[in-house]
């Protein structure tokens, strides 16, 4: 069967090339098998910034449910800077109560005295079953792995990248190349994916000097328009955290666009490469809704859209039921003209003033990417794009066995 | 494999009697196929109400999306007044622009017609496949053979229930015994169920004296707690209608509290068996939110969780995940205190204090029904149930290959 995963390697024309974390100059980073996952694979990573300059922006999940890990990180960055983010995978440390909240901070002070900084100057970043209590026998020992592991070469980035995955199956890595300087990237994502002005585990680094503001400025735009609108399925985790890292060690500093430009780029290819690997998925789903007041408006009807089970479960059967279609936007909270709504699939019209056009059954969806477009009808300039996924046998058995 | 299934004539204690649409005095009621489903199976139904009165009060859906039958049925109750209900199953009859519209009026002027009543006194409802026009051809021949057919036997009202079934797997009837008077009522409906303030098909059918203004308010009580507190799968259909008639036949005027008892047991009941013959079900879960500030925050948290489908998949596998359940309803548009969420399982502590509780692991979800009680920890008096079911290999399969 033809499926949308992506070859570790491809590289897509327009697409961000892949750079690990260690290819800006200044980071360094290493990954171990330290024993908290059952499988033995590597799940422990540390990335370093070396500087000169500590520069630090990060988004966070906004459920209310926060893990340990994210609630200290969060405390953090409130300084803007940061020398180094901790990363296991296997256990997300979240819902273990103080307990919990002592083992993120033991955690995050192992790091910061193996690497001489201060704990605060440490993110330490987790994911896995929630409610399990971190092994912090095996934590210890592998801090102490890593440490000595430390490099910069691409295959250290790469290794990172892979020690962050659960039930991803492949790495995830994006790159940005500026005038001088450079953009590396990391995530892991694939399920419990509704990210809500923040998003899953991704660590960005970049050899470009630049302010927190601006971090922060070029961090929040992006991940607007990119993870933010990745909804796998309507689900928000408890550990989301996007991190990213400037270190000035290429002596450039863009302008806020260049770098907006750059920290984009690398979001976007993460997303597309998170949806892509997305649990269970057969179909890439990109839905778009035009015609509404407000670009709210529409984001609220496309997020509507993309998480309807019955809609999911159509494109599954690659089925071009656009009744579902108008049925699941009819519910949406967002202005519409119910008389006026049109519905395309890969482009063909197959519903129009609110009726299905000659022929919208035979509309071929057989095909791994399927491309929707809903517009409402009140003539209004709003407009968003949601990227989901199918809901497939394969999700379900995945997420009936997963903490058993 | 044990199912949540009922049998048709199963009656558990404290649940209303299966009483047809045909019980109460002065209602008759026919059904035929009429080739509207490729089945065979039959597809239309006529309920008439014989009077002497013809009050009668109804809830839609609040979709923005409305079926034709809808529209037209909204208009036909405004005065409060209705001899008839004409259904159809196996086409939904919705958007279908002005056809679908010419195509409910016909029907409902033939019915009408058939039976020497007014068209505005008719309802109509359809329930099947959105977006196909009605073979109309089809139904003027199926009025024509429901009305010798017409008849108060039970066996009558039984064939009305089921020529409404759609992908239900039994029929579904309920009713009600007062003092010298009955309340009979059928309904259908196993997906696309998240009615909202409306409901699925059903007819209720009562022999009491009572005006539409008391049938309205009972009904719009019972539906709030009943119907609108079931949710399958988050999708709200575009047809849903719940029509109450009252003919005073028996002579008897119920108290407005009679009365709310009486349509509040029939809905309750039908309710139930539509969340057990639900799309795919293997469990039943209810979910019942306490302690929170107001009744509408319970409730919203325990449709956000209702609608996870993570949470589903974990109750399709018994995996008592708990972690699930408080990442899911931290996302609630509720109030909460994040740090003292406590969760029980078919009434066993899972986590209190937002930390999960020995041994909550090795709780048992085996059996078909599962009890979620989340309390959110504010200490308020605020409190909902929701009724749902798991998200099975079942409900992916019927829902990915329905249209085609």
Redesign the interface.
């Known amino acids: 069967m033809e499926t949308p995963h992506p070859s570790p390697n491809a590289h897509n024309a327009g697409e961000a090339p892949r750079l690990s974390v260690t290819a800006p100059q200044g980071f360094r980073a290493a990954a171990t098998a330290a024993g908290i996952k059952p499988s033995g694979k590597s799940d422990m990573a540390l990335v370093v910034n070396d500087g000169p300059k500590d520069a630090a922006a990060a988004v966070f999940t ?5 893990a340990s890990p994210v609630k200290l990180s969060q405390a953090a960055l409130a300084d803007g800077a940061l020398r180094a983010v901790l990363y296991n995978s296997g256990n ?1 440390n ?4 103080a ?2 909240d002592a083992d993120a901070r033991e955690s995050q002070a192992l790091a910061a005295a193996a690497l001489g900084v201060e704990p605060s100057e440490v993110a330490v970043c987790s994911t896995g ?4 209590l971190l092994d912090m026998g095996k934590v210890r020992v592998g801090v102490e792995k890593l440490l000595p592991l430390l490099g910069d070469d691409e295959a250290q980035g790469e290794a990172a990248a892979d020690a962050i995955l659960t039930t991803d199956l492949v790495r995830k890595e994006a790159g940005y190349r500026g005038e001088g300087w450079t953009v590396g990237a990391m995530g892991k994502g694939v ?2 994916m509704a990210p ?1 002005l923040a998003t899953m585990l991704v660590c960005i680094t970049t050899d470009a000097a630049a302010t927190p503001q601006a971090l922060d400025a070029a961090l929040r735009k992006a991940t607007k328009v990119t993870f933010d609108t990745v909804d796998i ?6 550990n989301d955290t996007v991190i990213v890292m400037a270190n000035g060690a290429s002596g450039v500093t863009p302008s806020q666009d260049e770098l907006d430009r750059a920290i984009h780029a690398v979001c976007d290819s993460l997303a597309r490469q998170m949806q892509a690997d997305a649990e269970g998925v057969t179909k890439r789903v990109n839905i778009t809704v035009t015609g509404t007041a407000s670009d709210d408006d529409a984001l609220n009807a496309a997020r509507t859209l993309g ?4 809609f999911k ?2 494109m ?2 690659s ?1 071009p ?4 279609t ?6 949406a909270d967002a202005a ?1 003209d ?1 008389e006026n ?1 049109a519905v395309y699939f890969n482009g063909q019209p197959v ?1 129009e ?4 056009t000659p022929g ?2 035979d509309v071929d969806l057989s095909g791994v990417d399927i491309d929707v477009r809903v517009d409402l009808g009140t003539g209004g300039p709003g407009t968003a794009t949601v990227h989901t996924t199918d ?3 394969d ?10």
């Not at 906004?62 to 926060?66: E, G, I, L, T, Y």
């Not at 108008?326 to 519910?331: E, F, P």
Request: charged residues 20%; contains cysteine.
């Open positions: 906004r459920n209310r449910v926060k997300a979240a819902c273990n109560g307990q919990g079953l929630i409610g399990e399920g419990m809500s399925d309507g689900s928000t985790s408890t998480r309807d089970s019955l479960c159509a599954f059967g089925d039921n656009w009744g579902r108008l049925a699941a936007v009819g519910m519409m119910p709504i519903c003033r609110s009726t299905g919208a059954r809901l497939s046998h999700y379900v058995e995945i997420n009936s066995a997963y903490s058993s």
